[in-house]
């Protein structure tokens, strides 16, 4: 009786225990996404309720030309006031072709910039995506935020 009440209570605990995904939160894109040689495409990212930490990633799918430029992080305590702590070259995503063991996996975005804060001291996260040159590539905004909780002995 006592390993079932013990299961049973184990299996409860399990439901009822908050868990964290891995998956990434989307900024909707609207028309206007879109980098047409020197722009800018600006996104705002929220973190509320005790986040510890917070990644960013910035996806660029090249339409034409040529893509140069460079992410920047923002952060804010008011949402308005808004200072420069970060920012991140565009890599080229890869692509593993037609040999390999992940030959299915055919990237979706041309061109990654990536941000990560340890500790989330901000509010919000202005991301800031900015090319230069003759380019044309469509932007897109991911965000995952994980909450730590430390216990104290």
Partial sequence: MKKLLFILSLVVLSFVTKAQTGQAYSIPTVQGDTLNNADTVSKVVKATAGYSAIGIQVNLNKISGTVAGKAYLYQSQDGYNYALTDSASYTTAPWFGSKG???????????????????SPSTYYLVKAVSSGTVSAAVKVLYTSRQYYITKP
């Avoid at 063991?101 to 500790?119: G, I, M």
Wanted: glycine share 0%; aromatic share 22%; charged share 5%.
């Fill in 101 to 119: 063991a992940y030959s299915a996996l055919v990237p979706t975005y041309t061109h990654v910039a990536y941000f990560q804060k340890q500790t």
